[in-house]
């Protein structure tokens, strides 16, 4: 599943989240990434 939505987290239990930008996986982690994400935005990785 692809998506934006931390929300979806509260209902799923994702084994990989993925960061993509330009077409290429810059960050994978699990469902705290998507937390980290979730709080920080996505700047401090790009």
Do not use: C
Request: net charge negative.
């Amino acid at each position: 599943m692809i998506t934006h939505y931390q929300r979806l987290l509260n209902y799923i239990q994702p084994d990989f989240v993925h960061v993509l930008a330009d077409g290429k996986i810059i960050k994978t982690g699990d469902k705290s990434l998507a937390l980290e994400l979730e709080d920080k935005g996505y700047d401090w990785l790009l």
